[in-house]
């Protein structure tokens, strides 16, 4: 669907990282497309959060290149990823608990009035607009957030990305804490923004979800890439193998790939 | 407590009369709270000195005696909403009394040639005083945010050091005798603005709470929000008006002393009525500079995006940090704000004293610390509001101040405070675990 001769939305070039002694991400290069869906799937301790948090600007990258429509784009804190449009959905929620929901979702980037003070009845007003959309059950714009329902939670987290014009979105496990409404839900907001040409990494640990939304899959193992493939061409066992082998499905031995089967059985 | 009930208090009333009242008004149930303790004492402590203690001369020197801290108490709330503390404030208050007694009477005069009759004198006093508790909060402020030394240990050297300061300036000495215009930021007779000023003062005063009500209103009709009940718009005007007219009431029947009010009457050749003539001394200027101060540090905290960013710092700094909000800039600006606080606190206590000595200001920075948690302000982050520091000040000295009225020893004064303050705390931090709901 995506044309291979348009430029990339992302494009992330060797990419590493470290804490300490502990390599996390291992020159990793990958890159997205607009309207298109990366799915991110690997261990605990892949390196797929790190990969991520090296985009949004909250982790900086030790070594490597990252390009934005073809040029060149240093990321250093959240503020210059704001600043490409990259937006983020933290799988921690990353919200402030004691305040609302409109507040929540300005937070660093609040409307004024003429006289620069804070408007926080338009920042209401644009909030109810905007959850309205997401999830018309949402209610109560003025208590807390701490308040407030995993699910709600969920949806403030995700209006703060979609509202402000996301041209890359990134989603850190955005359905673990729902249930299978709200999932369903998601997933028809994931592909809304799709069609609106925004390109979207997922992370997840969802197969299923995985392969029903992904045009690509890139699959990580102890802070490498072990593949990039289409859904279409593979099946989830194979993808299954490739997250605890790290091998491609051509390349795992036979022994290992008995043991990897016995083993689920 | 389901998010129904909290969404729509008004279609759904339960409880009690009162609590609906209350809720309809959208008081903050905290500081209500807060305001019924400070009745409590007051009354407590009338009855025990047969009014003696609600004589108008007492409540202006118990509000004149609480500005200090209370300047303070209202920066001091941020520095505690952003999970920081600052120990240092006393000493800083040292610091700068201290300075502005040298400027006045032996820098500005011996090497300027600005003599203390010489409105410069003040003026520059009071000027580079406040640049330099900027400077200071600024300084510790730095090594806070950018270096990431704990402010707990930044702030402890500083109460430390910047007391060592001030004996370093003066070797020793105490600083006696300042321009008489500075003497007025204390109060006192001079420093009051008089009866008929005062008046004025409250007609403003009760037409900006009108105003604030209608502005609020009318904010929240622009996007079709529910708003309050008229007739609890209404009330909140009545109150407020009658808590500004009741405080220039009380601030105009605190006459001058007998002494003064004679010879004024001598010089201007009135012949006094019997009982001597009655001059009214009107709003004390202390308690006009901890109201204007105490207005900035709400507009500050509430309509900024400053205040937003330190609130939310407070409740998740990573959070915060994610947003894309200059989170070390933000705490650094909040102990320069601290830092000017000190200044003017300092201008009152030098004032007050005419003069500075070695400890001015010794251990403020635990009373300080005392008014914002008795005022609602939470050690945990994110929680805390000024006018609830300010009447917590209040509360604070109201206590202190009646037992000494009522002939308690000090250190049974300091008992009872400690006592106070756990309690307070305790009784908070129970409430909002039952009210909490998470």
Do not use: M
């Given at each position: 669907m995506t044309l291979a001769t348009a430029t990339p939305l992302v494009e992330m070039r060797n990419i590493n990282i470290a804490f300490g002694g502990i390599h996390?991400?291992?020159d990793v290069s990958v890159d997205l497309y607009p309207g298109e869906l990366i799915g991110l799937v690997g261990h605990?301790?892949?390196?797929k959060s790190t990969l991520m948090r090296a985009l949004s600007g909250a982790h900086a990258a030790d070594s490597g290149e990252i390009l934005i429509n073809g040029q060149p784009a240093p990321i250093r804190n959240p503020r210059d990823a704001k600043g490409y449009n990259i937006e983020t959905i933290y799988q921690t929620l990353a919200?402030?608990?004691?305040?609302d929901a409109p507040a929540n979702v300005f937070l660093g980037r609040e409307m004024t009035t003429r006289l620069g003070t804070l408007d926080d009845g338009a920042m209401e007003s644009e909030t109810r607009k905007v959850m309205g959309r997401?999830?018309?059950?949402?209610?109560?714009?003025?208590?807390?957030?701490?308040?407030?329902s995993g699910g709600q939670r969920q949806a403030i987290a995700i209006a703060r990305a979609v509202y402000?014009?996301?041209r890359i979105l990134i989603m850190d496990e955005?359905?673990?804490?729902?249930g299978p409404a709200e999932t369903a839900q998601v997933h028809n907001l994931v592909r809304q923004l799709k069609s609106e040409g925004i390109g979207i990494f997922l992370v997840s640990h969802d197969i299923h979800d995985v392969f029903d939304l992904s045009d690509r899959i890139c699959v990580m193992y102890h802070g490498r890439v072990v593949d990039i493939v289409k859904p279409s061409e593979i099946t989830s066992d194979e993808v299954l193998g490739m997250i605890i082998l790290g091998k491609r499905p051509g390349e795992a031995t036979a022994e290992e790939l008995a043991q990897f089967t016995a083993t689920p059985g | 407590m389901t998010d129904l009930a909290v969404a729509a208090p008004k279609q759904a009333p339960g409880g009690t009369s009162l609590r609906r009242t209350l809720a309809a008004t959208e008081i903050d149930m905290r500081l209500f709270g807060m305001v019924l303790a400070l009745a409590v004492i007051w009354i407590g402590f009338g009855i025990v000195t047969g009014g003696k203690i609600l004589a108008s001369v007492s409540m202006v020197t118990l509000a004149v005696q609480t500005t200090v801290v209370a300047i303070m108490a209202t920066g001091m709330v941020l520095v505690i909403v952003s999970r920081n503390i600052d120990l240092s404030v006393g000493s800083i208050v040292g610091v700068i009394a201290m300075l502005y007694a040298l400027l006045m009477t032996d820098w500005l005069p011996n090497v300027?040639?600005?003599?203390?009759?010489?409105?410069?004198s003040w003026i520059l006093a009071l000027t580079i005083g406040i640049i330099l508790g900027a400077a200071m909060g600024a300084f510790q402020g730095f090594i806070i945010?950018?270096?990431?030394?704990?402010s707990f240990i930044v702030t402890l050297g500083g109460l430390l050091a910047w007391r060592g300061l001030v004996w370093g300036m003066s070797n020793g000495a105490a600083v006696s005798g300042l321009n008489s215009t500075f003497q007025q930021?204390?109060?006192g007779v001079a420093g009051s603005i008089g009866g008929n000023l005062t008046w004025v003062l409250a007609l403003i005063g009760c037409i900006a709470v009108v105003a604030l009500l209608m502005y609020n209103r009318r904010q929240r009709r622009r996007f079709g929000f529910q708003v309050r009940p008229v007739w609890a718009e209404v009330m909140l005007a009545v109150v407020g008006c009658l808590a500004v007219v009741g405080a220039a009431v009380v601030a105009n029947t605190n006459f001058w002393p007998k002494s003064l009010a004679d010879s004024y009457a001598t010089q201007n050749g009135i012949t006094p009525p019997t009982g001597g003539l009655q001059i009214p001394s009107g709003f004390p200027l202390p308690i006009l500079i901890l109201i204007g101060v105490t207005a900035v540090m709400s507009f500050l905290a509430n309509r900024r995006k400053f205040g937003r960013y330190v609130y939310a710092y407070g409740g998740n700094p990573e959070a915060a940090e994610l947003a894309g909000i200059n989170t070390r800039w933000t705490i650094m600006k909040i102990y320069v704000l601290m830092g000017v606080l000190c200044a003017i606190a300092a201008s009152v206590a030098a004032a007050r004293l005419n003069g500075a000595t070695?400890?001015?200001?010794?251990?403020n920075e635990l009373y300080v610390i005392a008014a914002a948690v008795v005022g609602?302000?939470?050690?945990?982050?994110?929680i805390g509001t000024i006018t609830g520091a300010v009447l917590g000040a209040f509360v604070m000295q109201s206590l202190a101040y009646g037992l000494a009225f009522v002939g308690v020893n000090s250190p049974t004064q300091n008992i009872v405070a400690g006592v106070v303050l756990v309690v307070a705390v305790g009784f908070d931090t129970f409430n909002r675990r039952r009210g909490g709901g998470s």
């Open positions: 996390a991400v291992r605990n301790g892949a390196g919200l402030a608990d004691n305040v997401l999830n018309p059950n949402f209610t109560n714009f003025t208590s807390p957030v701490k308040s407030l402000f014009n996301a955005p359905t673990a804490a729902l | 300027l040639g600005i003599q203390l009759t010489n409105p410069l945010a950018y270096i990431g030394v704990p930021i204390g109060g070695l400890d001015v200001g010794e251990s609602g302000t939470s050690f945990a982050g994110g």
